[in-house]
């Protein structure tokens, strides 16, 4: 009998939350604390990976038990089962042995000694967290990423054929894994390769190595659950019947509910289990159903639904009750854990503390959500998404001396969720400041050395961060000569008009040249400069 569903387990929604957190902290600056941020998740995937591990071990141990009882009858899907783990293990090994080596480019060995003992470094035991040159040369120049890719895409299709060719298609979306997809970076469209590993530091590309640990284990994880579903129910009369609490997310935000369906796997749909749970304990037995909460199901599934309180680790534990085939009541237990989060996300203007009217402010905004489920809101401002968590930001001339609040919301599930706002000045555009050539502003100057600059231009001061340019439509030339001005002469665009060069060609020593009227025009409007002078030398 084959399976109808493989719903994502909650450890790779787990991962995959966690790699988003990573990937949101790569649009900042890396500071130490950010660094310290890698270590933190990369010891959180650890933990759920061994996690992951030991549940697949169980489920290993649980087809041994069956071929003892049942023999024969599950012999197919035994021999699938040790074809799964010959291969993800596999898998496993080449993951490892390619962040070891990662790792030993990098600090120049893969090895910490602790409490006397040498072991493999963790991100945390890393010199070199944030050298991103030696990663990407070892990643991208050298080729491993691209075999890593071939590598993960062969594990997935050799694990695809122990399935029912008519279930396949749909295990492949549930077995993850996807290197095939491609990305947008700076406006250019990048491989899984360039995207996951090319100019990413030390600290992230080990992390992601990690994760992709985890992955095939809940690849694996999958499969393992497939292929026990393939097995008749009627041959479980006998035992080891599990339970198991499947969870939407183990990650839930303060004010939102944890959700989870509680199955028996291959149990009878006819018959509905009564399922107890207890919050705060690790265990439930049959002496502890006073002081647990019943839930009621249908059908073989049971919605188990609990009000999200204080933030932190939670954990429960529960029991399935349900009638074996000579109706004597038989238990089944199961336990979970999950946290609970605080809204929140970061808001970084790209290039300065400030919104600038008139001009396309860049923007970053990053969440423990993938960016495509992040939403802004600049009230009173229109803002245009660049694709991975960035935004330009345009503030009318209205706003200028006013405060504009950003507000973030994140797409969980069904519905959408405030994650933070942040306050903004709007300021004016400050003028540019007006020069003849290169640098020529007041002074004394040689005549020579005026005509071979012949072009008024229009520039921002050092401390003006944007890329914003300015062009020079007009501007008036007056030669002041013994004291006496003769008639202005106006030049269209930056260029000396042919009129002025003449004019300064003849200009005698100690002749004032004033440039005034300088009409100059940007994406932040039309200005009119301040004038200067020039003196023949």
């Not at 898998?91 to 070891?100: G, P, Q």
């Not at 694996?220 to 006998?238: G, P, Q, R, T, W």
């Not at 509905?272 to 207890?278: A, H, L, M, N, W």
């Not at 998404?385 to 599930?413: D, E, M, W, Y």
Request: with cysteine.
């Amino acid at each position: 009998m084959g399976a109808t569903n493989c719903p994502e387990t909650p450890r790779q929604k787990m991962i995959q939350m966690m790699y988003l957190v990573y990937t949101a902290m790569l649009a900042l600056n890396v500071s130490a604390e950010i660094l310290n941020a890698f270590v933190v998740v990369d010891d959180t995937l650890v933990t759920s990976t061994n996690i992951a591990a030991n549940q697949n071990a169980n489920d290993y141990q649980w087809f041994i038990g069956q071929k003892t009882i049942l023999g024969a009858k599950v012999d197919e899907a035994y021999g699938k089962a040790q074809i799964l783990k010959k291969e993800s293990n596999a898998m496993v090994k080449y993951i490892e042995k390619m962040r070891n080596d990662l790792i030993f480019a990098v600090d120049g060995d893969s090895l910490v000694e602790v409490d006397g003992k040498k072991q493999l470094k963790r991100v945390g035991d890393i010199v070199k967290k944030d050298n991103f040159d030696i990663p990407t040369d070892y990643m991208i120049n050298n080729g491993h990423a691209k075999e890593l890719k071939a590598e993960i895409k062969k594990y997935k299709a050799n694990i695809l054929k122990l399935a029912k060719k008519e279930d396949q298609k749909r295990l492949e979306e549930a077995l993850g894994l996807n290197v095939d997809a491609t990305y947008t970076k700076d406006m250019n469209t990048v491989s899984w390769e360039e995207h996951n590993f090319d100019h990413i530091i030390a600290a992230a590309s080990a992390t992601l190595l990690n994760k992709m640990i985890g992955e095939v284990k809940n690849a694996e994880s999958v499969m393992l659950n497939y292929l026990k579903a393939s097995i008749s129910a009627d041959d479980f009369k006998f035992d080891n019947v599990s339970g198991r609490s499947i969870p939407k997310s183990q990650m839930v935000f303060s004010g939102d509910s944890y959700e989870a369906d509680i199955i028996v796997a291959a149990y009878d749909s006819k018959s509905t289990p009564e399922v107890y749970y207890k919050m705060g304990v690790d265990t439930l037995t049959e002496e502890g159903l006073g002081g647990a909460t019943k839930l009621e199901g249908e059908n073989g599934l049971v919605k188990l639904k609990i009000g999200t309180g204080g933030t932190g680790e939670q954990k429960y534990a529960g029991l399935i009750k349900i009638m074996d085939p000579n109706g004597q009541p038989k238990y089944y237990g199961f336990r979970d854990k999950y946290t609970v989060l605080t809204p929140s996300a970061t808001i970084a203007a790209d290039k300065m503390n400030v919104l600038y009217a008139g001009i396309a402010n860049p923007v970053s905004v990053s969440g423990p959500v993938a960016p495509d489920k992040l939403s802004v809101s600049f009230p009173g401002c229109s803002a245009s998404s660049q694709g991975g968590g960035k935004f330009n930001v345009s503030v009318p001339a209205s706003l200028i001396g006013k405060t504009v609040t950003a507000t973030v919301a994140a797409k969980v599930g069904e519905s959408s969720k405030t994650m933070g706002s942040t306050t903004f000045r709007v300021k004016r555009v400050p003028d540019p400041r007006a020069v003849l050539g290169a640098n020529i502003r007041g002074g004394k100057r040689p005549k020579a050395e005026i005509l071979a600059n012949p072009v008024i231009r229009a520039t921002m001061g050092d401390d003006f961060v944007y890329d914003l340019k300015w062009s020079v439509n007009s501007y008036r030339v007056i030669l002041v000569v013994k004291g006496m001005e003769e008639p202005a002469i106006v030049c269209q665009g930056g260029a000396l008009s042919e009129k002025a060069k003449a004019a300064i060609q003849k200009a005698s020593s100690n002749t004032v040249i004033y440039f005034s009227d300088i009409k100059v025009s940007s994406e932040a409007g039309s200005r009119t400069l301040d004038e200067f002078s020039v003196r023949v030398r």
